[in-house]
C-alpha cells in the first residue's frame, strides 16, 4: 500500500475544497454586496420617483391657485423660476419643473391645458437617481361659460332664451314656457346647477314648483333629446363653482398687467377709455388730453385700472360710423382689462374682425370687474338734465357716450367675456323715471361671448303701455370652447388627462432628444 500518495491525494482535496470554498464565500459576499446595492439602488429610485410625484403635484396646486402660468407656445421652466434645482426639503431631493402651455398639439390647444414636466435628483453617497413625470392637465377656465350665475336672483328664464353654450348656477334657477309647444322653449347647450332641483315658475303668476326632470308641464328644457342624457348636457346637483373675489383668482390678471402688462394707477373718477386697434385712448375729463397707449408692445396683453371700488370708468371702441371699423384688433393674444370699481359701457365694444369661424381670428376680450358692477350707460342726449361732454370741436363726437336708441336702432353690441365678481351686471341708473324720456321702446343688449356674474340686476323697466331699457342677450363665442382671453382667472376645476412616468428623463441639453425635461415632448 502506497501511503505517501493518499496522503498527497488528502492534501490535494483539501485545498481544492478550500479553494472552492473561498470562491463560494466570495461569490456570496459579493452576492451580499450586490443584493445591498441593488437594494439602496432601489430605495433611491422609489425616493426619486416620490420626489418627482411631489414636485408634478405641487405645480399642479400652484397653477390651480392662480400662480401665472407661461403664455404663449415654448415651455418655460417653472420651479424654480431661476436657479438649477428646487430644494424639496427634508432630504427629498430636488425637482426641476418645465410647464409646456401650447406646443401646437391639437389636444393641449383645444384643451386650454398645461403639460406640467417634472426631473427630481435625490442623492446618496456617490450615487446620483433621477426620475421624471409629465402630466397634462385641462383646467376649466371661467371664459368657457355662456352664462356663469352666482345668485340667479328671483328672475326666470322663459320661452326664446337661447344659451348656446355652457350655462352653471350655484343656486336655483327659475324656468317657464307659456306656449304649449317646444318651439319656443329655453334652449341650452347644456345646464348645470349646484341643486337637485329647479323652479318651474308657472306663466302669469309669482308662484313656483319644484322639478327634476328637463320636462315639467308647459316646459320643455331644449333640445329634449340630449337633456334627457342627463350629465353633461342636463346636470343637477354638481358642486358649488367657489366665486367672489376671494375665491377667484384674479390675482393672475392683476400681477401680469403690473409685471409686463399696463397698471393705470390715480385715473379720475368716470375717465372714458376707447380701444381703437391695439390702442387704448385715455381721456380724464372733457378738458384732460388723451394719452394713448400701444398694447401692441406690451409683454403682457394685460390693462388693470386700479382705481376706487366706487368709482366708475366709461368703455367703448367705437370713435365714429362705420363703427365696426374701429374694433379691438391687432393683438396676437388678446387682451385683458380688469377694474377695481365699475365698468360702465359708453357705446358699442366690436372685434375688428367678428368672424368667431376663423381660426386665425385672434381678436378677443376679458373684462374682469373685481369690487364694482358691469353697468350700461346711461345716455346724456336721451335724459333731461345731464349734459354731454363739450368738446372744443363740436363736429368730434368721439368722446360722447352713445347708449340710447336714437344712436343704435338696432341696440348695442359687446363683443366681450365679462366676469363681475361682486356687483351685478345692470343699468347705471336703476331710476325708471329716465326712460320716460325715451321715445323708443327697450333694445337689445347682445353679448357676444358670455357673462360670469354674481348676480344681475335691473336692465329693463317696465311701464304701464311699454318697455324701456335693454333687453340682454348673449351670442356664444364658440373659441371659447377652446381658448380664452389672456390670464383670465380659472374656475379651480381641471382634469387629468394623463399622468406618465418616464423615469430616462433627463437634464441634459439635447433639443433633438424627446426626454430632455425643456424640450417640447408631447
Not at 390670464?487 to 394623463?498: I, L, R, S
Amino acid at each position: 500500500m502506497n501511503k505517501k500518495g493518499n496522503k498527497g491525494s488528502a492534501l490535494i482535496l483539501v485545498m481544492v475544497s478550500a479553494i472552492v470554498l473561498s470562491i463560494l464565500v466570495g461569490a456570496l459576499y459579493t452576492l451580499f454586496q450586490s443584493n445591498a446595492s441593488t437594494q439602496e439602488w432601489a430605495k433611491e429610485r422609489i425616493q426619486a420617483r416620490f420626489t418627482a410625484e411631489a414636485g408634478t403635484n405641487m405645480a399642479i396646486h400652484m397653477i390651480m391657485e392662480g400662480v401665472d402660468v407661461p403664455q404663449g407656445d415654448d415651455p418655460i421652466q417653472f420651479l424654480p423660476e431661476t436657479g438649477d434645482w428646487y430644494d424639496m426639503g427634508d432630504d427629498l431631493g430636488w425637482v426641476l419643473v418645465f410647464v409646456d402651455p401650447d406646443n401646437q398639439n391639437d389636444e393641449v390647444a383645444a384643451a386650454n391645458a398645461y403639460e406640467v414636466r417634472c426631473l427630481s435628483k435625490v442623492i446618496s453617497e456617490d450615487q446620483v437617481q433621477m426620475y421624471g413625470i409629465a402630466s397634462l392637465i385641462l383646467p376649466k377656465n371661467f371664459a368657457v361659460f355662456a352664462t356663469f350665475l352666482n345668485d340667479p336672483g328671483p328672475g326666470y328664464f322663459g320661452d326664446g332664451y337661447r344659451f348656446d353654450g355652457p350655462f352653471h348656477s350655484n343656486s336655483v334657477v327659475q324656468l317657464s314656457s307659456a306656449t304649449v309647444g317646444r318651439d319656443t322653449d329655453p334652449w341650452f347647450y347644456s345646464i348645470s346647477i349646484a341643486a337637485d332641483h329647479y323652479l318651474y315658475r308657472i306663466p302669469g303668476t309669482g308662484i313656483t314648483e319644484i322639478a327634476y326632470s328637463p320636462h315639467h308641464k308647459n316646459l320643455y328644457i331644449e333640445p329634449y333629446e340630449k337633456m334627457l342624457i342627463g350629465e353633461p348636457f342636463f346636470a343637477l346637483g354638481v358642486d358649488v363653482i367657489p366665486f367672489g373675489s376671494s375665491e377667484v383668482g384674479w390675482q393672475g390678471a392683476y400681477n401680469a398687467a403690473n409685471s409686463g402688462g399696463l397698471m393705470l394707477t390715480g385715473l379720475a373718477d368716470s375717465t372714458r377709455i376707447m380701444l381703437l386697434d391695439s390702442l387704448l385712448l385715455v381721456k380724464e375729463d372733457e378738458n384732460a388730453p388723451v394719452v394713448v397707449y400701444d398694447l401692441s408692445t406690451l409683454l403682457y396683453p394685460v390693462v388693470w385700472i386700479d382705481n376706487g371700488s366706487n368709482e366708475t370708468v366709461y368703455l367703448k371702441t367705437e370713435a365714429e360710423y362705420p363703427y365696426r371699423s374701429h374694433g379691438l384688433s391687432g393683438l396676437v393674444d388678446g387682451l385683458t382689462i380688469g377694474v377695481n370699481g365699475n365698468l360702465c359701457v359708453s357705446g358699442p365694444i366690436l372685434y375688428g374682425n367678428i368672424d368667431l369661424m376663423d381660426e386665425n381670428n385672434n381678436d378677443m376680450l376679458g373684462l374682469v370687474v373685481k369690487e364694482g358692477d358691469f353697468t350700461i350707460a346711461v345716455d346724456p342726449d336721451m335724459v333731461v338734465g345731464i349734459d354731454e361732454w363739450v368738446l372744443p370741436d363740436t363736429t368730434d363726437k368721439t368722446w360722447d357716450i352713445k347708449t340710447g336708441t336714437n344712436d343704435y336702432l338696432d341696440g348695442i353690441e359687446v363683443d366681450a367675456v365679462i366676469m363681475v365678481l361682486e356687483g351685478k351686471f345692470q343699468l347705471e341708473d336703476t331710476n325708471s323715471a329716465h326712460y320716460y324720456y325715451w321715445p323708443n321702446s327697450a333694445i337689445d343688449f347682445e353679448i357676444v361671448g358670455g357673462y360670469i356674474v354674481d348676480g344681475e340686476g335691473v336692465t329693463t323697466w317696465v311701464g304701464s303701455s311699454d318697455t324701456w331699457g335693454y333687453l340682454s342677450f348673449v351670442t356664444y363665442d364658440p373659441r371659447l370652447m377652446t381658448r380664452h382671453p389672456p390670464f383670465f382667472p380659472n374656475t379651480g376645476v381641471w382634469d387629468t388627462a394623463y399622468w406618465d412616468e418616464r423615469p430616462d428623463m433627463h437634464d441634459v441639453v439635447d433639443l433633438t432628444d424627446p426626454l430632455y425635461i425643456g424640450f417640447d415632448a408631447i
